[in-house]
C-alpha cells in the first residue's frame, strides 16, 4: 500500500464494508502509533467525530458525526477500471475452490444453472462487449494509458454508479478510450470538477446519454464540462441540491431531456435560465417543491416563447394547489403530454375524475395526461362540463351570450382563460344550462294545498303538503276523502 | 430449424400479439415493413445479427422480406380492421389476418358452435398453409381470453382441431384471466369454466396473466392513472418476450416448447405456471431505481411483480424456472440465489425432485418507444408452477356458482344449441382440477 504515504491520497474515494467515503487526512494521530487515514463518510452519521480528536483538529467534516480515523489497511481504495471489467465478466480460474461445483440448496431442492459455462465463454470476449454494467465494482480510475481502448473498444454503454471515482479527470481518462461510448452513468459517484475553465475538455463525440444522479456536481461544473457533450439528447440531474445560476449559453442546445427531480432548491424562476433550450422535449421536475409558475412574456390566452420544443411535462409529487398553475401550463406551444400526479390539488376528497376533467378542459393542446391518452370524445366532455361549470361565475362576472354585452372582468380571464375560447366553440352556455337542478328529493317534489271542508264552515282550512304526481300514499293522507275538496294548490 | 406457430384469437389475443410482433420487431431489427435493417443500421441499433434464431418466429420470403409465422382471427372485423390498418399492415400477408361477420357477443356458445363453426375449416386452411413453410414445426403459442366468446368459445374449437390434425405439436397458451375491475361482460366466468374445462386435455402449458394484477402494476408502478388495454397489453408483451427469448435467441434454457413442458409441468392437467416478471420502472423514473441482479431476483418473490393474484406462500413450488436476459454474470446470479436461500418461504413439494432452474440469455430487453416502461439493463421473468394458483381457480369458480345457481344468463347458451350438462360437466371438471392441486401439495 505505498500510494498511502503520499499525500495524492488525499481526496481519494474509498469503500469500507461497502461504505464510500472521501480520504481526508493521512497521518500520526498521537497517542496511538501508526498511519491513521482520516475519512469523511458519504452517510453523516457513519462516523464518531468531526474530524477533531482530543481537541485537535486533523481535517474537517460537514456533520459532527461524519469523520472516523481508520487504519490503511482495513481500506478499499479500488480498482482501475480494466481489472474491475475482468472481475465481473471473465472467469479465470475454475468454478470453486476445490473444484466442485458449489450447489446451492433452496426450499431443500437444488439450483440447477444451464449453460452457465458458454456464457461466461461469451461474456469473457471483452472486445465483443457492447453494454456492461460496473456498478459497485470500486473502479476507482481508468488504469494503464491505452489499456482500455486495446481491450474492450466497443464498448457502447456502461454504467459506472457508485464506484470510487474521485474526479472527472478520472472519467475522461476512461472516456477517451471508448470512441464509441454513447450512454453513461455516473451516478452516486462524488466527483471533483476541474474549476475555472478546464484544463481539458474531453470531449465525448457520440455521448447521447449522460447520467450524473446524487454526485453532487453543482451547475455551473454541468455547464463548464458540456462543452464536451456535442451530441447530448438525454441528461439526468436528480437529487444533486441543484441551483440553476446562469444560462447555458453554447452548451445543452442539443438536449432533448433534461431530468432535474429531487432538487429542492429549483424555483420557477431558476427555470427561467433552461427555459430557452431549442430541443428541450422532455422535462422532468418531480419532487423540487414547486408550486407556482408563471410565463410573464405571455398574457392571459397567449403562447409563449419559452420551452418551445417542451411536448411532456412531468411535476409529480409536488405542491401545486392552485389551478392557476395549470391555467399556465396551457401557455406552452408544443406541450402534448403531462404527468401530475401527487400534488395536493390531484389528492385530497375531489374526486379523481373530476380533476383529470379539469386538467383537460385547462389545457387545450394536451392529448396525454398521467400517462392516459385523451381521446376526443373525453376532451369534448371535459370541456362541455368546464362550460357548464363556471357558466354562472361567467355571467357574474360580465359574460353575455350576445357577443356585443359580453364584457367578463379581467380577473374572471385570469381565473379561466380559455372559457371564451369554449364558447367560441361551443356557443355560449344557455341559460337553460345554467339552472342550478334541485337535487331530486322528494321534499322538492311536493306540492303544498288548502283543503276545506265545504259543509263545515267552523273547520279551518288544512294546509298539507303532498307529493304531486302519482300519489303514492293515497289513502294515508288522514282525510276524508269524500268530505273534503281541493280548494287551491299552492 | 424449429419453428414456432403463434395464434392470436379475439379481441385479446390479437391486441397482444400486435404488442408482442411490434417487441419482436425491435428486437430483431426487422422494421414495420418486413425488411431487416441492414448492417450500417445494425450498428447504430445495437443488434447483434449473426443470429439467425429468429426465423423460429419469422419466415424469410424470396424478396428478404421476414413475414411472422402468425395467424391472428376474430369472428368480428373491427379489431383485425385495426391490424390491417395499423403501423404493422404491410408485416404481415393478408391471409395471416382471418375475420368473419358477426361475433360471439362475450357467448362461449357462439364462439364455438354456431358462429366458430363456421370460420374454422378456413382456419384450419390457413394454419396448414404456415405449416407447410415449416422444416421442423416444434408447436403452437396459442393467445386468448378465457373470458370473450371468441377467446373462449372458438379457442376451444381450435384447440380439439389442432391435437387431431397435429398431434405431437407442443401448445402454448396465453391466456387472460378476467378481471372484473376492467371486464365489460358478466358471463365472463361462465366462459373462463366452459373453455377450461374443454381446452384442458390439449394444452400442454398454459400462462395465465390476470387482467387485475396488471392493471394494478400499470396504476401503482408505471404511474398510469387509468390503465387502458395498450398499456396492459404492451406490458403483457413484455413478459411473452421474456419467456420467448429463448426461442427466437440463442440460449440455453426452454429453447424447445417441449423443454417449458418437460421443466414446468409435472402432471397434464397441472400446467398453469404462475409468472413474475421484474423490473417493472415507469419511464418517468429511468435510472433512479436500483436494478441489480439481486434486485430483480427479489423482486420476483414481491406479490405486486405478479401477473396473477395469488399468494405462493401459502402454496408450495412444484417447479421453477428464472430466466434472465440482458447484463447478467453467472457470478451475480449465484450471489442472487444464495440470497434467496434465506426465505423459507420457499416450499417445494416432497415428491418434486428439481428445484430452480436456471438460465441467462444476453439478448438485453427492448422497450417501446414512448412506452410506459423504462429502459433497463437487465431483466428475469420467474415461471413458477406452484399450488397457491388454486385461489385463481377458487375465485371464478366461485363466480361461476353464484350466476349458475339461479340460472342466471343461462338461455344465451340455450338457444345458442348448449345444454346445462355441459355446464354441470364443465364446472366438475374445474372442481376436480382444484381438488388436483390440493393433492398436489400434500405430503407423503
Known amino acids: 500500500m505505498n500510494d498511502t504515504l503520499t499525500s495524492d491520497v488525499i481526496g481519494r474515494r474509498v469503500e469500507v464494508n461497502g461504505e464510500h467515503a472521501t480520504v481526508r487526512f493521512s497521518g500520526i494521530v498521537p497517542p496511538v502509533a501508526g498511519l491513521w487515514l482520516g475519512v469523511e463518510w458519504d452517510n453523516p452519521e457513519r462516523g464518531k467525530h468531526d474530524g477533531s480528536h482530543e481537541g485537535t483538529v486533523y481535517f474537517k467534516c460537514r456533520h459532527p458525526t461524519g469523520g472516523s480515523f481508520i487504519r490503511p489497511n482495513k481500506v478499499n481504495f479500488g480498482v482501475d477500471f ?61 488504469g494503464d494509458k491505452g489499456a482500455i481502448a486495446e481491450a474492450c473498444p466497443n464498448i457502447r454503454k456502461v454504467d459506472l454508479s457508485r464506484n470510487l471515482l474521485s474526479s472527472w479527470d478520472e472519467v475522461l481518462d476512461i472516456a ?32 447521447k446519454v449522460l447520467v450524473l444522479n446524487r454526485t453532487g456536481i453543482t451547475w455551473a461544473e454541468v455547464l463548464r464540462c458540456a462543452s464536451g457533450w456535442p451530441v447530448l439528447e438525454e441528461l439526468y440531474l436528480e437529487s444533486n441540491d441543484l441551483f440553476i445560476s446562469e444560462r447555458p449559453a453554447d452548451v445543452l442546445q442539443t438536449v432533448k431531456l433534461l431530468d432535474l427531480s429531487s432538487n429542492q432548491l429549483i424555483d420557477e424562476n431558476q427555470l427561467f435560465l433552461i427555459a430557452y433550450l431549442p430541443r428541450l422535449e422532455q422535462l422532468i421536475l418531480s419532487d423540487i417543491g414547486i408550486s407556482t409558475i408563471h410565463f410573464p412574456d405571455a398574457g392571459t390566452g397567449h403562447k409563449t416563447a419559452m420551452f418551445p420544443s417542451l411536448q411532456y411535462l ?71 362540463d368546464y362550460r357548464k361549470a363556471f357558466g354562472n361565475e361567467w355571467k357574474k362576472a360580465g359574460g353575455h351570450q350576445d357577443p356585443d354585452k359580453n364584457r367578463p372582468h379581467e380577473q374572471f380571464l385570469e381565473a379561466h382563460p380559455r372559457y371564451q375560447l369554449l364558447c367560441l366553440k361551443y356557443g355560449a352556455p344557455e341559460d337553460g344550462e345554467l339552472k342550478l337542478h334541485q337535487p331530486f328529493l322528494l321534499k322538492n317534489q311536493l306540492l303544498t294545498l288548502k283543503i276545506k271542508y265545504p259543509n263545515q264552515v267552523d273547520q279551518k282550512v288544512l294546509e298539507k303538503q303532498l307529493p304531486g304526481a302519482g300519489w303514492p300514499h293515497r289513502g294515508r293522507t288522514g282525510l276524508d276523502e269524500k268530505a273534503a275538496c281541493v280548494v287551491s294548490t299552492l | 430449424m424449429r419453428e414456432c406457430l403463434s395464434i392470436h384469437i379475439g379481441q385479446a389475443g390479437i391486441q397482444i400479439g400486435d404488442a408482442c410482433w411490434e417487441l419482436y420487431c425491435l428486437e430483431h431489427g426487422i422494421q414495420p415493413d418486413g425488411v431487416v435493417l441492414n448492417s450500417d443500421q445494425l450498428e447504430s441499433a445495437n443488434l447483434e445479427h449473426m443470429d439467425t434464431s429468429f426465423n423460429t418466429f419469422f419466415c424469410e420470403t424470396r424478396a428478404g422480406k421476414h413475414v411472422p409465422r402468425a395467424l391472428f382471427m376474430d369472428l368480428e372485423p373491427a379489431v383485425i380492421d385495426g391490424i390491417r390498418a395499423g403501423r404493422h399492415r404491410s408485416l404481415f400477408h393478408p391471409e395471416q389476418l382471418v375475420s368473419g361477420k358477426e361475433d360471439a357477443a362475450n357467448n362461449y356458445a357462439r364462439g364455438r358452435y354456431s358462429v366458430g363453426s363456421e370460420i374454422i375449416d378456413l382456419v384450419l386452411e390457413r394454419i396448414r398453409k404456415l405449416a407447410e413453410q415449416c422444416s421442423g414445426l416444434q ?61 384442458l386435455e390439449h394444452a400442454d402449458c398454459t400462462f395465465m396473466v390476470d387482467n387485475e394484477a ?144 436456471v438460465g441467462i440469455n444476453n439478448q438485453p430487453p427492448t422497450v417501446m418507444p414512448g412506452g410506459d416502461l423504462a429502459k433497463v439493463q437487465r431483466a428475469v421473468c420467474m415461471l413458477s408452477n406452484t399450488t397457491a394458483v388454486v385461489e385463481a381457480w377458487a375465485r371464478l369458480d366461485h363466480k361461476f356458482d353464484l350466476m349458475y345457481a339461479k340460472r342466471a344468463f343461462l338461455h344465451w347458451y340455450i338457444r345458442e344449441g348448449m345444454e346445462e350438462g355441459e355446464f354441470s360437466e364443465a364446472r366438475e371438471d374445474l372442481a376436480a382440477l382444484e381438488k388436483d392441486y390440493e393433492e398436489m401439495g400434500q405430503s407423503f
Open chain 1, 176 to 207: 477517451d478510450q471508448l470512441g464509441h461510448l454513447e450512454v453513461l452513468n455516473l451516478s452516486e459517484n462524488k466527483l471533483r470538477f476541474p474549476s475555472g475553465s478546464p484544463s481539458r475538455t474531453g470531449t465525448f463525440p457520440a455521448l
Open chain 2, 139 to 199: 408447436g403452437f403459442l396459442i393467445f386468448r381470453s378465457f373470458g370473450g366468446g371468441t377467446g373462449s368459445g372458438l379457442t376451444s374449437l381450435l384447440m380439439e382441431q389442432l391435437s387431431i390434425e397435429y398431434s405431437r405439436k407442443t401448445k402454448l397458451e396465453f391466456s387472460v384471466y378476467p378481471a372484473p375491475r376492467i371486464s365489460t361482460a358478466v358471463v365472463e366466468p361462465y366462459n373462463s369454466v366452459l373453455t377450461t374445462h374443454s381446452t
Open chain 2, 214 to 357: 396488471i392493471y394494478d402494476i400499470c396504476h401503482h408502478k408505471l404511474g398510469v392513472e387509468r390503465p387502458s388495454y395498450a398499456s396492459i397489453n404492451r406490458l403483457i408483451g413484455q413478459a411473452v418476450s421474456c419467456i420467448t427469448a429463448s426461442l427466437r435467441f440463442e440460449g440455453p434454457l426452454n429453447v424447445d416448447l417441449i423443454e417449458f413442458q418437460t421443466n414446468l409441468v409435472p402432471y397434464p392437467r397441472i400446467h398453469f405456471p404462475m409468472t413474475t416478471f421484474a423490473p417493472i420502472i415507469s419511464a418517468d423514473n429511468a435510472y433512479r431505481e436500483e436494478l441489480s441482479v439481486s434486485d430483480i431476483t427479489a423482486a420476483c418473490f414481491d406479490f405486486s411483480n405478479q401477473l396473477v393474484k395469488c399468494d405462493p406462500r401459502l402454496g408450495k413450488y412444484m417447479a421453477c424456472c428464472l430466466l434472465y436476459r440482458g447484463d447478467v454474470v453467472p457470478k451475480d446470479v449465484n450471489a442472487a440465489i444464495a440470497a434467496m436461500k434465506s426465505r423459507n418461504s420457499v416450499q417445494f413439494v416432497d415428491w418434486c425432485p428439481t428445484g430452480f432452474k
Open chain 1, 314 to 384: 412531468v411535476v409529480n409529487d409536488n405542491q401545486i394547489s392552485q389551478w392557476s398553475f395549470i391555467n399556465e401550463l396551457d401557455k406552452l406551444p408544443s406541450l402534448q403530454a403531462l404527468s401530475c400526479i401527487r400534488n395536493p390539488l390531484t389528492e385530497g376528497s375531489k374526486e379523481a375524475q373530476t380533476t383529470r376533467q379539469l386538467i383537460i378542459a385547462r389545457i387545450g393542446q394536451l392529448k396525454t395526461l398521467n400517462k392516459c391518452e385523451i381521446l376526443p370524445e373525453e376532451r369534448r366532455g371535459a370541456e362541455l
Open chain 1, 82 to 142: 480494466l481489472t474491475a471489467v475482468k472481475n465481473r465478466y471473465v472467469l479465470e480460474d475454475g468454478p470453486e475452490e476445490d473444484g466442485k461445483e458449489q450447489i446451492v440448496i433452496i426450499g431443500n431442492k437444488p439450483v440447477e444453472t444451464i449453460g452457465f459455462d458458454s456464457i461466461i465463454k461469451q461474456q469473457s470476449q471483452l472486445s465483443k462487449l457492447q453494454d456492461i454494467s460496473l456498478r459497485n465494482c470500486a473502479v476507482n480510475c481508468a
